[in-house]
């Protein structure tokens, strides 16, 4: 091997260790998403790390508005047209993974955080 | 030795930039059969992952259109179907024709597949609040008779005596959530995929890991906590009944959706009751059924039924776990 091979290798592992840093600091930091879906599509993906003050958010569903506040530690369902509520009862979801649904408005809330493995890939309800 | 070395030292490099290796995944959420369902899939490329998704979601769309008891989708759907009751022989779509064939041929008396008019008397209620009277369920449950319906397979009709009505409620999502699992397993791109419908769940291939997929139980009584996790492995399903996700209260007393066919009323002496089985559809079938059977005769089916396990939880907080699950099912603290 000469000198430059020696470099290369170097260069090489030094990247290496960079990169990993680099991801593995990403994922340290809060990078949890706010996803809010209405029938089937995207309504918002708000990043939870940049939001400053609570915000309120109306989505015009079927039976009328439903309400739906987040700050940066997550979201609830503050008001709902629905009959049940159990969409409003669900209360503030904090933690990656985690979701409120108001089936008959089909209205999702869901935080997700890229590449965070959870504890349970599933769990039956 | 020394070409050796640099292989070594560029072959660890890559591995722990993640460059190699890198199993994707992709998930995506949908409203259907009046619940949530999700679907995850894993592989190395984004795209046929996505695809293969889309694909699934449309099968199950197939199901949900056919077995909807309260929606027009096509002309030969179930809704269709219970409008024609009494009118003779009925040609079905074939995917109800098979969901109609496969339940029937259990044979179980504790599933009844006509309770379409008793399911019809809960909901009125339950709009209100109040409690149906024993004649009221008794007239429903007239409807609901052995030969209520009859299936012609080869003609592929099916005759509903008068005023019957059938609701395929004990079966739809699991039937729904096989027929996607089935459709994920055509793409080979697909290495490992999770089919999630709530109370019906079903796993296909091995996470890039190679551990278990875990997969928690909630707990009956708290949502915010669990009953037990089980740890399975490549195509498993499990489905959970329980009396605690649609339910109204009316003086303290709890009226749940699952019925006991016999008496009309919802069945009382199980909470939850988890079924581990191949296929969604079959896990689907006897969470269900378990839910309506006594404990013990539960168990006891379950432990003569091969490759069917079971976790049962009775109104007394007593925890029942099949033999066959000793290694795989933790209960929670």
């Known amino acids: 091997m000469r000198k430059a091979d020696y470099l290369l290798v170097l260069v090489l592992v030094v990247l290496a260790i960079l990169g990993y840093g680099f991801f593995a600091l990403r994922s340290n930091s809060t990078n949890k998403i706010l996803i809010i879906k209405h029938d089937n599509t995207v309504v918002e993906r708000i990043p939870l790390k940049g939001v400053t003050a609570e915000t309120k958010l109306a989505i015009n569903v079927q039976d009328g508005t439903l309400i739906v506040r987040y700050d940066k530690n997550g979201a609830w369902v503050e008001e709902s047209p629905c009959p049940d509520k159990i969409c409003q009862h669900q209360g503030k979801i904090t933690k990656t993974g985690e979701t409120v649904a108001c089936v008959p408005e089909k209205v999702l809330l869901t935080i997700e955080e890229p590449q965070k493995e959870a504890e349970h890939d599933a769990i039956l309800k | 030795m020394r070409k050796v070395f640099f292989a070594v030292v560029l072959i660890s490099s890559l591995l722990t930039t993640g460059c190699f290796f890198q199993q994707k995944e992709y998930s995506d959420t949908r409203f259907l059969m009046d619940t949530l369902i999700k679907i995850t899939a894993y592989g190395e490329n984004q795209e046929p992952l996505e695809a293969a998704t889309t694909k699934a979601f449309k099968a199950l769309q197939a199901v949900a259109d056919v077995t909807d008891p309260y929606e027009s989708h096509l002309e030969d759907d179930l809704y269709a179907l219970n409008q024609k009751a009494g009118q003779g022989s009925v040609k079905v779509n074939p995917l109800l024709l098979n969901i109609l064939t496969k339940t029937e041929a259990f044979h179980h008396k504790q599933i009844n597949l006509a309770l379409g008019k008793v399911i019809e008397v809960w909901q009125a209620h339950g709009k209100d609040k109040t409690v149906p009277t024993k004649e009221e369920i008794q007239t429903a449950l007239s409807t609901a008779k052995p030969g209520a319906f009859t299936i012609n397979e080869i003609d592929g009709t099916v005759t509903l005596a008068p005023k019957a009505s059938l609701d395929l409620g004990a079966v739809a999502k699991g039937y729904g ?42 707990n009956p009584r708290d949502s915010k906590k669990l009953l037990g996790t089980l740890a399975l492995t490549d195509n498993i399903a499990v489905a959970t009944s329980g009396d605690y996700q649609r339910y109204y209260e009316v003086n303290g007393v709890r009226y749940h959706h699952i019925i006991d066919p016999v008496t009309g009323f919802p069945a009382r002496g199980t909470i939850s009751a988890t079924a581990i089985t191949t296929s969604a559809y079959v896990a689907d079938y006897y969470s269900t059924l378990l839910f309506v059977l006594p404990v013990d005769e539960a168990m006891k089916l379950v432990e003569n039924t091969k490759d069917l396990e079971a976790v049962i939880e009775d109104d007394q907080g007593k925890v029942y776990v099949s033999s066959g699950l000793k290694d795989k099912f933790t209960l929670a603290k």
Not at chain 2, 178 to 195: G, M, Q, R, W, Y
């Open chain 2, 177 to 218: 959530v096989e027929t996607a699992a089935l459709e994920l397993k055509k793409h080979p791109e697909v290495e490992a995929a999770l089919v999630n419908g709530g109370g019906n769940i079903k796993v296909i291939g091995t996470k890039k890991d190679g551990k278990p997929w875990r997969i928690g139980i909630q």
